[in-house]
């Protein structure tokens, strides 16, 4: 599923495609997705300017000329690409086909929200498995919805920092790792960078996380951020569907010192130890047991 660095590097490569343009036309191929689309989704998008193009943990936020967000959660293999005005970027159309409302060429059966902007954009939303999902939300409450309103700080923001996770993490037993997947703790994170944050601090992935708060604390969260940077500047993971709006592989995932790196020798100076996996939660866990302590 991608995860706060391959989201932000679509809200990237989306935001000069879009923002300030006009959505002339959607077309919104089926009822559902994950979940159902809003009533009227189509007719209250058509017509409204996309005035930024943001993003809240995994979520992308297009907000509206009217007050209205449209929120996108991309789930496991939702994608978006762009076409440019000629025609000729990675959403061009290959076969025409009869019967969707936009009088649109089909570009795949899995193209199931088709976008057509000022100047000649063309935006397609693709989901081959439909684990993503769209709504609107009000704007100016955004923080109250149910999607948002219980998300903890973003990784990069400075209110991040050491005091701020130990206090989240006092009193916590479940594992670090777990701490760290809840969203409430620290929104945007998913398991191939709790792995990779936690291999750069040092700390078991099955430490409790109550055990954390402190000077390990800090150094968790200075982890976290630069690998977070890092991978943002990197251009995501691309793992499995992943791809950039503008159709190109991400490539961090070659610089992954832990994530799907067992029985290979760690990379920590020094260290003489051999990658591990574990599950944790139903879901891989890959660390140093000789240096993650």
Same mark, same amino acid.
């Given at each position: 599923?991608?995860?706060?660095?391959?989201?932000?590097?679509v /809200?990237?490569g989306?935001?000069p495609?879009?923002?300030a343009?006009?959505v002339l036309r959607l077309?919104?191929r089926?009822?559902?997705?994950r979940?159902?689309?809003?009533?009227?989704?189509?007719?209250?998008?058509?017509?409204?300017?996309i005035?930024?193009?943001?993003?809240r943990a995994k979520?992308l936020? $297009?907000?509206?000329?009217?007050? &209205?967000? &449209?929120l996108?959660?991309l789930g496991?293999?939702g994608?978006?690409?762009?076409?440019?005005?000629g025609? =000729?970027? %990675?959403?061009? @159309?290959?076969?025409?086909?009869?019967?969707?409302?936009?009088?649109w060429?089909?570009?795949?059966?899995?193209?199931?929200?088709l976008?057509?902007?000022?100047?000649?954009v063309?935006?397609?939303?693709?989901?081959?498995?439909?684990f993503?999902?769209?709504?609107?939300i009000?704007?100016?409450?955004e923080?109250?919805? %149910?999607?948002?309103?219980?998300?903890?700080?973003e990784p990069?923001?400075? @209110?991040?920092?050491?005091?701020? $996770?130990?206090?989240?993490?006092r009193? =916590?037993?479940?594992?670090? =790792?777990?701490?760290?997947l809840?969203? @409430?703790?620290?929104?945007g994170?998913?398991n191939?960078y709790?792995?990779?944050?936690?291999w750069r601090a040092? *700390?078991?992935? =099955?430490?409790?996380?109550?055990?954390?708060?402190?000077? /390990?604390?800090?150094?968790l !969260?200075e982890?976290v951020r630069?690998?977070?940077?890092?991978?943002?500047?990197?251009?995501?993971s691309s793992? /499995?569907?992943y791809v950039?709006?503008?159709?190109?592989?991400?490539?961090?995932?070659?610089?992954?010192?832990?994530y799907?790196?067992?029985g290979t020798?760690?990379?920590?100076?020094g260290?003489?130890?051999? *990658?591990?996996r *574990?599950?944790?939660?139903?879901?891989? !866990?890959?660390?140093?047991?000789?240096?993650?302590?």
């Open positions: 599923m991608p995860e706060l660095p391959e989201v932000e590097t /809200r990237r989306l935001a495609h879009v923002e343009r006009r077309d919104q089926r009822p559902d997705l979940f159902p689309f809003p009533d009227r989704f189509a007719d209250r998008i058509e017509g409204r300017r005035v930024a193009a943001a993003r979520y936020l $297009l907000r509206l000329d009217d007050g &209205w967000t &449209w996108v959660h496991m293999s994608r978006f690409t762009i076409a440019d005005p025609g =000729k970027g %990675p959403a061009k @159309a290959r076969s025409a086909q009869a019967g969707h409302n936009s009088g060429a089909l570009i795949d059966k899995h193209d199931h929200v976008v057509e902007l000022e100047g000649g063309r935006l397609v939303y693709n989901d081959v498995r439909r993503g999902f769209m709504d609107l009000e704007t100016a409450r923080d109250d919805s %149910p999607h948002l309103a219980r998300l903890g700080p990069l923001d400075p @209110a991040f920092d050491g005091a701020a $996770l130990s206090a989240a993490l009193g =916590k037993n479940t594992p670090i =790792k777990a701490a760290l809840d969203q @409430a703790v620290v929104a994170l998913g191939i709790v792995c990779e944050a936690l040092g *700390i078991s992935p =099955k430490r409790r996380a109550a055990s954390v708060p402190g000077l /390990r604390a800090q150094r !969260t982890a630069a690998v977070i940077a890092e991978a943002i500047e990197a251009g995501g793992l /499995r569907d950039q709006a503008d159709g190109e592989l991400g490539y961090f995932q070659h610089a992954f010192d832990a799907d790196r067992e020798p760690c990379r920590r100076p260290c003489g130890g051999t *990658i591990r *574990i599950v944790q939660s139903g879901r891989s !866990t890959f660390y140093c047991p000789d240096h993650q302590r």
